[in-house]
């Protein structure tokens, strides 16, 4: 982690004001508004988001699904969180970094932050193929230190084909797997990854 990396954060009373969770919440619109209000969303070191609680930084957490099989994945010895090394995990996404067209505190942060996560997704995979992006679920879990200071924003890919290949070394065992394989495998999965994983019906009935 360079160490004047900065990453987009919210307050942790921003999050708490639109009512605090443990898990997935599938109540999307209401959460957007709050995250992505004009003055709320900000960058800071990363250096002192991942100690400080008072913030949360945002996530893109992007699940890619066809023919109702799901990508998933090994971090590898190169993983940028080396506190999910050796994983199993059913989402591509990190932490979202300033660029020139991510204008803070008006309304069309919403779209950059759009670009910003396609941007986070290609330093991490090659998709060959087109998809739909759907926002289906916020992801919090208080539990652990990693989760203290992280808000996921879950997104859904859905591929018309399962063209995906990896960018980074970090990524290894790349595959398509159904909910009932994946689920044989829950107990090697990342905490973020075995939280979607429990509400991936519920996802994948969104997808019709």
């Known amino acids: 982690m360079a160490q004047d990396e900065k990453v987009l954060v919210i307050e942790r009373k921003v999050f708490e004001e639109a009512g605090a969770f443990n898990g997935l919440q599938f109540d999307v619109e209401r959460y957007l508004q709050k995250i992505f209000a004009a003055g709320v969303p900000r960058f800071m070191d990363r250096s002192l988001a991942e100690k400080d ?3 949360k ?8 699904s066809c023919n109702g099989k799901y990508l998933n994945y090994i971090r ?20 979202i970094n300033p660029a020139d067209d991510m204008p ?22 090659s998709v060959q193929t087109n998809f739909i992006d759907r926002i289906v679920a916020l992801l919090n879990d208080d539990n652990n230190e990693v989760g203290q200071v992280h808000l996921g924003i879950v997104h859904h890919w859905i591929l018309d084909e399962p063209k995906v290949s990896r960018r980074e070394q970090m990524i290894t065992q790349l595959d398509f797997r159904t909910i009932e394989e994946l689920q044989s495998i829950r107990d090697i999965m990342e905490t973020w990854s075995s939280l979607c994983l429990e509400g991936l019906a519920r996802i994948a009935q969104q997808a019709k």
Request: glycine content about 12%; aromatic content about 12%.
């Open 53 to 55: 609680p008072n913030y």
């Open 57 to 64: 930084q945002l996530i893109p957490y992007v699940i890619m």
């Open 76 to 95: 590898g010895k190169r993983a940028g969180e080396k506190r999910l090394m050796g994983n199993r995990s059913i989402g591509i996404g990190g932490h």
């Open 104 to 125: 803070l505190f008006n309304a069309n942060f919403y779209e950059a932050y759009q670009a910003a996560v396609k941007r986070e997704v290609e330093e991490e995979v």
